[in-house]
C-alpha cells in the first residue's frame, strides 16, 4: 500500500474490510493516521499523542491478523477520550489537579477495544472533568472545530465535553473515538461537528476506570462518522462487568445488524414540549425535515407530552453538581495528582484544589456542597431526585405508545470560542434538549440532518427505551440515508 492519504478518512468498516482484505496493514493504516494527527495540532484535539504506542499495538494486531486471530476491531486506530483510564499512559480528565497521574490500570471499556483489537493514537482534549459544553474549562485549552462558518476564519466550539473525540472524528485524525455522556456530552459535540454519537442505556458500557463526574449519569458511548461505525464501537465498548455494580447484566447485541433494516411501520413521537420559546427556525425546520423524510420511511409520527420537561435543566443542574463535590472530594493533594505544600493538612487540601481545579469546576463543587447541605438538602437535592422520577415516568408514558423520540440534539449550531463564557446559565442551555435522557437513563443517538444557512451541521436526536439501542440504530440508518450528510469540513488546520 503506497498511497497513504487513501489510508485516513475511511469509515471504520472500509477500514475494517480494507484490513481484513489485505489491502493495507495495521502499521500503514496507523502510521497515515499519526501523520495527520501531528499536522491537525492546530485543532487541539488530542492531550496526548501516542505514537510509539500505536506502532507497537499496530505491530502486534497484524501479527494477531497473521496468525489468524483477528479480533471486530482489528488494526483499527482510534482515539480515547482523556477521562478513561490507560495503564502507563497520562490521564488527566482534563484537570490540572490529576498532574501526570498515570493509571496503573486499563479502564474496562478501553480495555474491551484493545481486546477486540483496535490501536490507541492518543488522548483526547475534553472539557475538564466533563463539565462543559464547549470544551473551554479544559486546562489544556479548548479544542478548535474543524469547522467553520461559510467565509469565516472565526474558531468554533466543537461542543463538549468531548469535544476533541467529535473534532478527531470529524476532521479524519481517527476512525473513531471514545467519549462520555453525563448530560449531552456525546450528542452535543457530535451535533456541532457533523459526526455520530450514540449515549447508551445506563450501565450498558462500564463506568471502572472512567473518571467520575456525576456517577447515576455518566454513560460512555461512542462519536464516529456514520451510524454503523457507531454501532460497532459500541458493541466492543459495552457488556456486564463485575467492577461496576450499576452496569447491566446481558449480551450485548449486534447493533450493526441493526443498520440498514426498515423502520417501516415504528411509531415516533416528537415531543411537544421540546418546541422551546425562541428555537432557532433553522433547528425547527431540521426537525421538521427529520419528521418528513421518517414517514417517507413508512413511520408513523405522532404528537407526545413530556410535561416536565421544563424542569430537567435545573434538577440537572442540581444532581450532576451533587453527585461531582462528592467524587471530586477525593482530590486533596494526598494520593495522586497535584500537591501544593502548606503548613497545615487543612492548607495542603486547600492550595491543592485551590491551584488544581478550574473555576466551572468550583463554581459546581460549591453548589453541589450547598444542595447537600443540612437544612438545603431537602429543598433542593431530594426536590431535583422527586422531578428526575416525574422525567422518567414521563418517558414511560410516551414510550407505551412510541417506539422512539426525534428532537434536535442542540439548540444551536457551533459557536464562537468565547462567545457564551461570560453567563454560565447560558452555557447550560446548551443541554436543555440532553440533559433529560441522562436523567432518565435511556439511549440516546445524534446524527447530523443537514447543514444551517452558514455551512455549519445541524444534529438530530433519537431517544429510546432503556435497552433498545437496536431500534436507535435502525431508525438512525434510514434518517442518515435520507439525508444523505456528505460534507466535510474545509481543511484550514
Ligand atoms: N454540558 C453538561 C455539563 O456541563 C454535560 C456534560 C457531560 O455530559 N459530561 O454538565
Redesign the pocket.
Known amino acids: 500500500m503506497s498511497d497513504v492519504s487513501a489510508l485516513t478518512g475511511l469509515t471504520l468498516k472500509d477500514a475494517l474490510a480494507g484490513l481484513a482484505e489485505r489491502r493495507f496493514s495495521s502499521e500503514e493504516i496507523t502510521r497515515a493516521h499519526i501523520g495527520v494527527v501531528e499536522a491537525a495540532r492546530p485543532l487541539n484535539a488530542f492531550v496526548l499523542e501516542t505514537p510509539d504506542l500505536a506502532l507497537e499495538m499496530a505491530r502486534a494486531s497484524d501479527a494477531r491478523r497473521a496468525s489468524g486471530d483477528a479480533g471486530p476491531l482489528e488494526g483499527a486506530p482510534i482515539g480515547v477520550k482523556d477521562l478513561f483510564c490507560t495503564k502507563g499512559v497520562r490521564s488527566t480528565a482534563g484537570s490540572r489537579i490529576l498532574g501526570n497521574f498515570t493509571p496503573p490500570y486499563e479502564s474496562t471499556v478501553t480495555a474491551n477495544l484493545w481486546r477486540d483489537g483496535a490501536v490507541m493514537l492518543g488522548k483526547l482534549n475534553m ?1 475538564e472533568f ?4 464547549s470544551n473551554e474549562t479544559s486546562a489544556f485549552g479548548p479544542v478548535v472545530n474543524p469547522w467553520r462558518a461559510e467565509g469565516s476564519n472565526r474558531d468554533l466550539t466543537p461542543g ?3 469535544g476533541g473525540s467529535a473534532a478527531a472524528v470529524a476532521a479524519d485524525l481517527v476512525l473513531g473515538a471514545t467519549a ?7 450528542r ?1 459535540p457530535a451535533s456541532l461537528t457533523g459526526t455520530v454519537g450514540i449515549k447508551p442505556t445506563y450501565g450498558r458500557c462500564s463506568r471502572w476506570g472512567v473518571v467520575a ?2 456517577s447515576s ?2 454513560q460512555a458511548g461512542p462519536i464516529a462518522r456514520t451510524v454503523e461505525d457507531a454501532a460497532i464501537l459500541l458493541r466492543s465498548m459495552s457488556g456486564h462487568d463485575p467492577k461496576d455494580s450499576t452496569s447491566l447484566p446481558g449480551d450485548v447485541p449486534d447493533f450493526a445488524a441493526f443498520v440498514g433494516r426498515s423502520p417501516k411501520g415504528l411509531r415516533i413521537g416528537v415531543p411537544k414540549e421540546y418546541r422551546a420559546n425562541g428555537m432557532p427556525p433553522e433547528i425547527e425546520a431540521l426537525w421538521a425535515q427529520g419528521v418528513a423524510w421518517l414517514k417517507d420511511a413508512g413511520c408513523e409520527v405522532v404528537e407526545v407530552s413530556l410535561p416536565h420537561t421544563k424542569y430537567a435543566l435545573p434538577a ?2 442540581i444532581i ?1 453538581p451533587a453527585e461531582a463535590s462528592s467524587n471530586l472530594a477525593r482530590y486533596d493533594g494526598m494520593r495522586y495528582g497535584l500537591r501544593v505544600d502548606g503548613s497545615s493538612l487543612n492548607e495542603v487540601y486547600e492550595e491543592t484544589r485551590a491551584a488544581g481545579f478550574g473555576d ?1 469546576v468550583k463554581r ?1 463543587i460549591l453548589i453541589g456542597t450547598y444542595v447537600l447541605s443540612a437544612g438545603y438538602y431537602d429543598a433542593y437535592y431530594l426536590k431535583a431526585q422527586k422531578v428526575r422520577r416525574r422525567i422518567a415516568d414521563d418517558f414511560d408514558a410516551a414510550f407505551a405508545g412510541v417506539d422512539a423520540l426525534l428532537t434536535p440534539t442542540a439548540p444551536s449550531a457551533a459557536f464562537g470560542l468565547g462567545e457564551n463564557n461570560a453567563d454560565p446559565v447560558a ?2 442551555l ?2 436543555i434538549f ?2 433529560t435522557v ?1 436523567l432518565a437513563g435511556l439511549p440516546a443517538l445524534s446524527l447530523p440532518g443537514g447543514l444551517d444557512s452558514q455551512g455549519l451541521p445541524l444534529g438530530l436526536q433519537l431517544i429510546g427505551r432503556a435497552l433498545d439501542e437496536g431500534t436507535l440504530f435502525t431508525i438512525a440508518g434510514a434518517l442518515e440515508k435520507a439525508a444523505d450528510f456528505r460534507a466535510k469540513p474545509r481543511r484550514w488546520w
Open positions: 472539557d466533563a463539565m462543559g459544553s463538549g465535553s468531548s462520555t455522556d453525563t448530560g449531552g456530552s456525546i452535543q463526574f456525576a449519569l455518566d440537572y443542574y450532576a466551572e459546581r452555557m447550560y446548551n443541554d440532553t440533559v441522562n
